[in-house]
């Protein structure tokens, strides 16, 4: 890994992209009272255990550190059962094998048409030109809202996501005032939006997903406006994000490891699992986190309740227990059962989405470019943030 490392500048706070690390599988950091968790096995248990590690972490974060005003009613990713389950259901028909396979030649139109435009600008940055784009576009369409807006969603995932700002581990949870100030007023400016087109929808109903949250009933009662407005959130930002991450990883990896471009070039069958090995080896949403709701047993080490803790799918997709030679790059993994949409309830809804996304993308741009190649005089940037990996640019030669 050290070559791709250099060659790349990858951030040193991308620890498990740098080699294998030293110490256990489960450890606890006292200077920031939180639980790491690395192991591959591990993640699995947690991740399978919802009634003990709890997606509600913000019930035991400290009062002067929780967003004012912020609720996290249909925030469908931070939720537990029972609730989780009667929401996840709402949206599930929209992302159904036959509703995402359906959608391959409105992708294919989309990725022919930026890269068309971004021919006639002339020079081609791969996460600007395609890779942000097209998942934003595609997921506006299915929401409802307009994809012409982008620019709108990229500022508030910028703000939300901190791709601006380099952050230590140590600074991951402590946010100061005035970068919380700024992250709730991209939040806000983001709920008001989506409230706006919400209201739009109960008056003038359409063919959209926003519309079926609106309409949508729990119990034989409609969603509150805040669960409403919630859940399009995650789907707008989910949506979008872990796409943008996937595309930029594999066209990087198709650079670092030419001999699988070429071999995707002669056969676009492997596409698919060079997508797969991508997503373990750039794992894109690298951390989780949870908080414990009684004691827990795990990796030999006993964590107590009312902690938070630190999930590191980004480590655990490295870890040799699982995976033979971890650091190498290899599509013929068969099984590869990685961990990037996560596993079990929580298990990204969007995944097949994503993925059809990536190979329509990747296969087209095989057909109109001889190489991809990264430029050696305009180099790769990665984002900063330690719970993400992927390029914010890529400019290609």
Known sequence: MSDIVERYNIPEQHFWLHGPRAGGPVEHNAAAGMWNVYGYPELQEILGDPATFSSNVLRITPEDQKPEGLSLEGFITQIDPPEHGKLRKLVSSAFTRKVVADLEPRIAAVTHELLDEARERGGFELVRDLAYPLPVIVIAELLGVPSSDRGLFKQWADTLFRQDTKVSFDELFERRPQDRETTMKSWWEMSAYLAGHAAERRRQPRADLLTKLVEAEVDGERLPDEQVVNFAIVLLLAGHVTTTMLLGNTVLALDAFPE??????????????????????????????????????????????????????????????????????????DPNPHLAFGRGIHFCLGAPLARLEGRVALDILLDRFDHLRTDPDDPVVFMPMPTMTGVRRLPLV
């Open 260 to 333: 699988h471009q070429e071999r995707a070039r002669a056969d676009r069958a492997a596409i698919p699992a060079i997508i797969e090995e991508s997503l373990r080896f750039f794992t894109p949403f690298a951390l989780l986190a949870r908080a414990t709701t009684r004691e827990a047993r795990l990796g030999g080490v006993t964590i107590p309740a009312d902690q938070t803790v630190l999930v590191w799918l980004g480590a655990a997709n490295r870890d040799p227990r699982q995976f033979t030679d971890p650091d190498v790059f290899d599509p013929d993994r």
